[in-house]
């Protein structure tokens, strides 16, 4: 009788620590997702800051000064039949 009562204590401390040890994993799990959400959320409002300083700089009025300042300004033309020669 004490052997099966010491046999039942230990299949359930065994069981009772394997359900501690998947919960604890679903714990990890949980907060390794926590944490590569905030990183998302990091980027996304390190690129909007960065957006926002591009787009002050690039204003109509401030690429007009900067043309008046450097004087008329050639448009960049760019040949498209090499690219298409090195590609075939």
């Known amino acids: 009788m004490f052997a099966k009562i010491v046999a ?11 359900v501690v040890a998947i919960r604890q994993e679903q714990l990890n799990a949980v907060h ?4 590569a959400i905030e990183r998302s959320r990091d980027a ?3 690129a909007l800051r960065l957006r926002a300083a591009i ?5 109509p009025d401030r690429i007009e000064s900067l ?9 960049l033309v760019i040949d498209r039949s090499r690219d298409a020669e090195v590609l075939h």
Do not use: N
């Open 44 to 46: 996304q409002d390190s």
């Open 32 to 35: 390794d997702m926590t944490r």
């Open 67 to 75: 043309l008046d300042e450097h004087g008329v300004w050639e448009p």
């Open 55 to 59: 787009a002050e700089r690039v204003r």
């Open 8 to 18: 039942l204590i230990i299949a359930a401390a065994t069981t009772s620590s394997g």
